[in-house]
């Protein structure tokens, strides 16, 4: 396989195509997708001062105008798909593996006190429906999928499924299965 950069393969779980760089711009259109590239974009250049402001301006402008409050300090691996775009917050200090797909109105939050004071990981092959509540220095497995509201501040396995608020687990090895395509 050639050897794809990270936006052909966010914009590859989308459709199932590799794309030119043309073609990526072309499917800017679609909001989730739009986000997604100025993201990457302020990702790549975090390090260098000219170019990390530019895309920190453009970013922070699309926050605004799509809902979507990740942050080019955040950690996400590739093939991220946002499903549906609105009122998305992720801390800049949390972890996102490959393959993830993430609803509109899901939160990743910090925790302020106790325990799990701290931030989230969570690991690959992760869906996250809409309005999912995932907060805490806690750690997300390969596989999972967190329903839609499910409130999670604990550890959950890999292959597995959460459900509820408060959330409980469900092991399903299948966990994913429908849910996640097109994976890079």
């Known amino acids: 396989m050639p050897d ?3 936006i052909q393969k966010d914009f590859y779980r989308e459709s199932g195509k590799w794309l030119s760089p043309l073609k990526i711009w072309a499917k800017c259109i679609n909001p989730n ?13 975090k390090h260098n001062p000219v170019p990390a402001l530019f895309w920190k301006i453009i970013l922070r402008h699309y926050q605004i105008k799509y809902g979507f409050q990740i942050y080019p300090e955040t950690e996400i691996g590739e093939g991220l798909y946002l499903g549906h775009w609105g009122a998305l917050v992720i801390n ?7 393959n993830c797909n993430i609803a509109q109105g899901v939160t990743i939050g910090q925790q302020n006190r106790g325990k799990n004071e701290g931030y989230p990981v969570i690991g690959d092959e992760v869906w996250i429906g809409p309005n999912a509540v995932i907060v ?10 967190i329903a839609p509201n499910a409130y999670v501040n604990f550890d959950v396995p890999s292959d597995s499924m959460v459900m509820g608020n408060p959330g409980k687990i469900y092991p399903n090895t299948e966990a994913t299965a429908g849910y996640i395509n097109n994976k890079v």
């Open 136 to 145: 805490g220095s806690i750690s997300i497995g390969n596989n999972v999928l």
């Open 4 to 6: 794809y950069t990270i």
């Open 33 to 45: 997708l739009h986000y997604v590239y100025i993201l990457r974009k302020a990702q790549r250049y």
């Open 92 to 98: 800049p200090k949390a972890k996102i593996g490959r």
